[in-house]
Each structure stands twice: as C-alpha cells, then as structure tokens.
C-alpha cells in the first residue's frame, strides 16, 4: 500500500477536515472516531507520510517513533483508560481491514471488551 496524500487522516494533519481533537503535540494527533466501536474511541496518527507500523518503524525518525508511542500512552491516562483497563490495535494492510493508508493506532475502553479475534 502506497501512501496517499490525499486521504482523510492527511486532510485532518493539514487542518482541511475538522475533528474532534483530544491532544496534540509535535509528534501525533489523537482524535474521536467518528464512528465508535466503543464508549471511548479515540485514533492516534503520527505527524507524517507513513502507511503502516512496518513503514514508520523503517522510515520515521527515532524522536518521532518515541513521541508518537508516548502520545498513545499520553491520551490513555488523560482518558482515564489505565484502569480497568482499555485497548490499543493497529491495522496493516488489507486482510487487517486497513481502511485509510495513514497509520494510526485506535484506543479503545469503557467498557468490557470481550475476545480480540473471532475464530
């Protein structure tokens, strides 16, 4: 998957598309999904042209990769996540059902979750 300048999360990086921001900093941009599989439901996206965690870990530079993880625990404990508890999951590609060629890490919690994957 090649990166595409043109999708929503760069449009929402570029102030071109609105969000519902609950942090920001140097290194990543964390905001509300619009469409929320949870009572909290917030995706993280690092500030910059990477597809996937193979491509940012490759390419990204070391303060980046470390702003960003710090970022996602950052919005975490600002959300009050830590207890009891809450969950961080990344898509890569198309059988992980990536839908925006951006990465970005969703955070989920608020309520008991349940099994990961489904057999």
Known sequence: MTYDSENIFAKILRGEIPCNKVYEDDFALAF???NPQAPV???VIPKGDYVSMADFT????????????RAVGHVAREQELEQP?????????DDAHQEVPHLHIHIFGGKKLGPMLMR
């Open 58 to 69: 490759a390419s990204a530079p070391a303060d980046l990769i470390v702003g960003f993880f």
């Open 41 to 43: 439901h917030i995706l």
């Open 32 to 34: 509300h999904d619009i």
């Open 85 to 93: 508890g809450y969950r961080i999951l990344g898509n890569a590609g």
